[in-house]
């Protein structure tokens, strides 16, 4: 039985402790929250605390805080004398910690919100330990909620988590513009989901280069200028301008 | 039975082809191509010229060209006086043709290359016509291949055209670049292969703007400055500011 601690109560660490729970030899013993108010709904199901100096000893600490705030809330742990477990965080973008003495990342490469449920074993976990020793552990944990586990550096998943940016937040980004068009003018934004599972699918079946369609990859000057005298809203006037011109050169063709 | 001339051997053509081929109801009785060459691989399958002299009459004329050869195409036919079918194009861009004496649109709102199969099933389609008679015999021909059948009108079938660009043509570039990055970096692209589905996924289950995640997002300064330095391709770099500016700005909040 693997013994964990969830520090942090936003969207990361309750996907964590819903995916924790159903694992078999896995013990969520305590969630740790600095406010109060954001562990209610844990409290039927485990304990909690906004108490550092309340927590129990584990054979994992997993950090899901905020990226700023994960090495202070680290370096206190370090200073709990009664703890000495693994201290591993969840992000994406912050390297192996320098303050605990059994350092670790476990990083789920996923995107989180509250309202969606995930299938986590599908989700990527990407592993790192700084004593080799730690990695087997941390390695059954992950394996207990994912099929997908990887070993990867800080150095790759710095690359990684900016590649991410691109596939899921800004990819999100161009969805939520569509939906803005739609919108301005009556028509559903339904339409386009067919579209939008299609697109995402061949991404990853192919190479997203190779399947790349659309008036920019044609060249196609006479429907761009049309789109642009159609875009009123200059930001996104400006990022259809820019990625038009991109995939152009990407092409080696000039505007 | 519906009978359909496919004009066209390029992708698109190519994806009517094979789903009219399975549906009841509908036969492809000839594909015309201006260039010889590319009419092979239907050649087997049903009649095909590479002269419009030796076009067919047919209920159904599908003009499945690029956008700039559709008007020029459509004038050709409306002079040959031994067709009087509906001549539909497929485009998202072209408004109805003046030309024709029936005109049509017949535009899957999807995006084909020719490695990947799709599934028409899923497909919108978006259907208007010139005469009000000839609604019904589209509508049954999108039918026959598709679940999902729209009456869209040319003014709104611009702005779709224009939202799949963002949605489709641009979410892949994204992808791309994520692609790229990952190569870069000797990171597997496979790794983000759940990211991206889940991302599409809860996009078209919910509004993506609700769902909007990332540094961005976020506000969260120092993880974009992180991977501004990490971008050494300055096209990448102007696209990742760009968004970034533009979902904070979204949001309310001042760079």
């Known amino acids: 039985m693997i013994k964990v601690v969830i520090l942090g ?39 909690t605390t906004s108490d550092l100096a309340q927590l129990k000893n584990a054979d994992v600490f997993l950090v899901c805080v905020k990226d700023d705030a994960i090495d202070p809330l680290i370096s206190k742990l370090s200073q709990l004398s009664n703890l000495d477990g693994i201290v591993a965080h969840s992000s994406g ?11 670790a990342v476990f990083y789920p490469l996923q995107t989180f919100s509250k309202q969606t449920e995930v299938n ?7 592993i790192e330990t700084s004593a080799a020793e730690d990695f087997p552990v941390l390695k059954q944990l992950a394996h207990s909620i994912s099929e997908k586990v990887f070993e990867i550096s800080s150095e790759q998943r710095k690359k990684l ?14 969805y ?10 009556e028509v559903p934004f339904e339409v386009l989901s067919a579209l939008i599972k299609e697109t995402a699918q061949k991404a990853t079946l192919n190479s997203p ?6 008036p920019a990859k044609r060249n196609d000057q006479a429907t761009i200028k049309q789109h642009l005298a159609q875009l009123n809203n200059a930001d996104y006037k400006e990022i259809y301008k820019l990625l038009t011109q991109s995939i152009i050169q990407q092409d080696g063709k000039k505007l």
Request: charged share 20%.
């Open 176 to 185: 939520s513009i569509a939906e803005d068009l739609c919108n301005q003018n």
């Open 161 to 174: 988590h900016l590649a991410a940016v691109f596939a899921c937040n800004f990819s999100n980004y161009m």
């Open 93 to 103: 973008s912050v390297p192996l910690s320098a303050s605990a003495k059994r350092n």
């Open 120 to 126: 986590f074993k599908e989700i990527p976990i990407c």
């Open 209 to 214: 280069k190779s399947v790349q369609t659309g």
């Open 9 to 47: 109560a936003g969207n990361v660490a309750t996907h964590f402790f819903k995916a924790f729970k159903k694992a078999e030899n896995v013990e969520v013993i305590q969630v740790y929250n600095r406010s109060e108010a954001s562990l209610e709904v844990f409290k039927s199901n485990t304990q």
